[in-house]
């Protein structure tokens, strides 16, 4: 299994980290520290990195310490053939940021995505469960984005005709029908790609999460994930044109692949309604851990880097102990590990048995503070 590993980490007024610069273990990173010094700032950046935007922040400009004028974050990464890639971002006040590898500019953001997969796991994870159908279409769509990179073009695509047809619906004067129907085989094109994508991702990323959600819950609950989607009524082209009218009448398209959802369960139930706020938490960090699994098996035989942001909390013993065995084990690579609580850290060293790197954070200054070369 390669591994794409970070190696140095620098960082220039991004958020509340003036100046930083960690060089991380191949294994386990700690970062311990109060909440709102920093930690998730530093894991947020290194999200910056693979997907060319934070997790977090919409606007670029707002991840910009204040008072300050730009903020730059680099990063080395080595795989195992020894091939060094060196990742640039840099932006100033009101102009655009450049995304540089190995000193070569992009034209295209999206050539980008996929070079370094990533999975962060946080607490706004349960937006999956308990926020609109948005998140879970972004769940799909960012781990297909980093293993297929036709997907961000077809994806675009499709936003791109959605919004030509919704303009045209909003009209006062009658739309030209001509247009539309251009504008809605575009749709149906991407559509139907989209669709095709998700159906496929779903099919095989199930069985995997029922398998890591049973040895985190140690099968007291049985759970499951359904995928919907208005493509699956027929072809997408007539179901879209079909409605044209009801469309034009509230001013957008009501069917197409951008309503898609994903249906999550608990012994049968909507997990939304019945399950309890550990079952919750424990059913979102078993969704991402499903994600890195599939993007291990399928983006280029890589393992991802894998961030673990303040992940244990209103999480009872039991199941911290079984997601510190999960993510402890050897089918994980390098990890980014974020907690107040230094028993929690010390329990996933002690269970790992691996090296590890500890650092502290205090008002976005990060030292390292304890380190260990063991090997299991």
Known sequence: MLSMLLRKLSILNYRNIETALIEPSDKVNCLVGNNGVGKTNLLD??????FCH??????DSQNIMHERDFFVIEGEYAN???ETEIVYCGMKRGQKKHFKRNKKEYKRLSAHIGLIPLIMVSPDDTQLIDGGSEARRKFMDVVIGQYDNTYIETLNGYNKALQQRNALLKMEEEPDPLLLDIWEREMAQHGTRIFQARSAFVDEFVGVFQLIYSRIAQSKEQVGVSYVSHAQRGDLLELIQRDRDKDRIVGYSLHGVHRDDLEFFIDGFPIK?????GQRKSFAIALKLAQFDFLKRTASNTSPILLLDDIFDKLDASRVEQIVRIVSGPDYGQIFITDTNRQHIDSILRAGQCPYRLYRVNEGAIELEEES????
């Open 54 to 59: 934070s997790a977090s922040v919409s606007v």
């Open 45 to 50: 950046a290194l999200y910056f990195l693979s």
């Open 80 to 82: 195992e053939r020894g």
């Open 373 to 376: 070369h063991v090997q299991a």
């Open 273 to 277: 309604r019945e399950g309890s706020q």
